[in-house]
């Protein structure tokens, strides 16, 4: 499995940003499995942070605490995508934001706690001017 991420970019404090992930192939041949998927972001002297998670086998979503109630995360029409909007964003928002992905059957918030993924894609910078 591959994965795409796009969307980042400079953008300044209190705007909005979408970030995309679309993933494509397959585990050991099988194309249709559920799966785990969310976004990690790494800023400079900062531990990773798992941001937000989505599970396909039960649909539920996570949020970490830094991000919620500002940031959603969601699947497109085309269900290999996720996208995570957004918004009220802060200069601590930036960093490069992982897109990570694994076969799971689990909830989103363990998905996101975990640490260990099939996939991670290539990164994406977003960085937040004050």
């Known amino acids: 499995v591959q994965l795409q991420a796009s969307g980042g970019g400079l953008v300044q404090a209190g705007g909005s940003r979408n970030l995309s992930c679309s993933f494509s192939g397959s585990f050991d041949g099988f194309t249709s499995f559920n799966y785990g998927i969310g976004w990690y972001r790494q800023a400079p002297g900062k531990h990773r942070e798992g941001v937000s998670c989505f599970s396909s086998a039960d649909l539920s979503t996570y949020y970490s605490d830094s991000v919620k109630a500002r940031f959603t995360i969601s699947r497109a029409a085309a269900k290999n995508t996720l996208v995570l909007q957004m918004e009220s964003l802060k200069p601590e928002d930036s960093g490069v934001y992982y897109c990570?992905?694994?076969?799971?059957?689990?909830?989103?918030?363990?998905?996101?706690?975990?640490?260990?993924?099939?996939?991670w894609g290539q990164g994406t910078q977003v960085t937040v001017s004050s």
């Open positions: 990570v992905l694994s076969r799971y059957r689990g909830g989103a918030r363990y998905f996101c706690d975990i640490g260990n993924y099939d996939v």
